[in-house]
């Protein structure tokens, strides 16, 4: 099992950006491809960004293609998510989560192919 430990969530407004950082514990994180994910107030947490184990691949939610960037570095255990041109709609909790499965060549999106979650961070982006 891994842990995760979310941090970089704050209150900003709409146009500026944030850099979320997630920590990884436990067992081997380079190993590992990892996500993030983000649930509104009233709706399903939702596929935002995810990053293949050894980072040459990433998939992102339509919502925020070109807008968001996740990265890795696997010397420090830790992914981030970089967040541009902020909306009040990307407004969420931000949860960071790895993969259920070693090795994996491509960024999974489904919830159920990741088996570790962080607690998570708040987002928040007034108009």
């Known amino acids: 099992q891994v842990q995760l430990v979310e941090s970089g969530g704050g209150l900003v407004q709409a146009g500026d950006s944030l850099r979320l950082s997630c920590a990884a514990s436990?067992?081997?994180?380079?190993?590992?491809?990892m996500g993030w994910f983000r649930q509104a107030p009233g709706k399903e947490r939702e596929f935002v960004a995810a990053?293949?184990?050894?980072?040459?691949?990433?998939s992102y939610a339509d919502s925020v293609k070109g807008r968001f960037t996740i990265s890795r570095d696997n010397a420090k255990n830790t992914v981030y998510l970089q967040m541009n041109s902020l909306k009040p709609e990307d407004t969420a909790v931000y949860y960071c989560a790895a993969d259920r499965y070693l090795g994996r060549t491509y960024p999974p999106a489904r919830q159920a192919d990741f088996g570790s979650w962080g607690q998570g961070t708040q987002v928040t982006v007034s108009s």
């Open positions: 436990g067992r081997t994180f380079s190993s590992y491809a």
């Open positions: 990053i293949s184990w050894r980072g040459g691949s990433t």
